[in-house]
């Protein structure tokens, strides 16, 4: 089992997360967790490589792909770098998280093999405010699920960067390159695999950190775009980068 998590600029969180997951997932379930650095200018390579994480440049894994363009980008890199047969992704920017959290989010794909992708629900404040985080969720990913793609409107956090994934699943799917990978990746395997081989798990309350209005908005529009090309409109599919399906390069390779 792989935590493969994508950093960028986290040195002030990164370390801590590290540390709290070989502090609480010492019995065996974890084989490995995986910094990706994204193009960090602070000291977040330092700060997990202290911690006890194996730090790897995201622009040198699968360099003859060039630099890394985004978070899909680095997600679809994490398959290359790491060994495990299960991956579990986390936000570098957490400042809270479960004891238990990463034996929570891959229960299930132990206990069903029918499962192919868990999603970390869990509750968000803003400005103290209870529920009134997840902005880009609340106002773009959830109304968009619920016109158009109802099968999976039950989710709670569709766009939850706490997640684990079976590799084969992962490998047999095309990667958004930008933060459209996370919707986009949910509706290939409900796709594939069908909605009920998705599931969530419940983490209690994690505080991230909050980005502005005009962050959001690139949000927003990258998880629009990777929904409406799923949905039949070929002019947003022409404006959409994708990273091969990792099954196909090792084929290629063999």
């Known amino acids: 089992m792989s935590v493969c998590i994508p950093a960028r600029d986290e040195e002030a969180t990164v370390g801590a997360l590290v540390r ?28 997990a490589r202290d911690a006890g994480a194996r730090v790897i440049d995201a622009d040198l894994a699968a360099r003859s792909w060039g630099p890394a363009q985004g978070k899909g980008d680095v997600l679809w890199r994490s ?23 990463v034996a929570r989010l891959v229960r299930p794909l132990l206990d069903d093999e029918r499962i192919v992708l868990v999603k970390g629900a869990f509750s968000r404040s803003l400005h103290g405010q209870a529920g009134e985080g997840g902005r880009v969720t609340e106002l773009a990913a959830k109304p968009a699920l ?35 990978v996370e919707i986009g990746l949910l509706l290939d395997l409900a796709y594939e695999h069908g909605a009920g081989a998705i599931c969530e798990v419940d983490l209690g309350p994690l505080d991230h950190r909050h980005q502005s209005l005009a962050a959001l908005s690139r949000q927003a ?34």
């Open 20 to 47: 709290h997951l070989r502090a609480h997932e010492g019995t065996g379930l974890v084989d490995e967790v995986i910094i990706l650095d994204h193009g960090s200018t602070d000291g977040t390579a330092e700060a």
């Open 79 to 101: 398959l290359i770098v790491s060994q495990g047969d299960i991956i579990v992704w986390l936000d570098a920017d957490l400042q809270s998280f479960p004891d238990d959290g």
């Open 146 to 180: 619920r016109l158009l793609a109802p099968e999976l409107a039950w989710m709670r956090q569709p766009l939850s960067g706490q997640c684990a994934i079976r590799r084969r699943a992962a490998e047999d799917v095309v990667f958004e390159i930008d933060y459209g």
């Open 221 to 254: 529009e990258q998880v629009l775009r990777a929904l409406l090309s799923r949905r039949g409109h070929r002019d947003l599919e022409a404006r959409t980068i994708g990273r091969p399906p990792v099954s196909s390069l090792r084929l290629a390779a063999a």
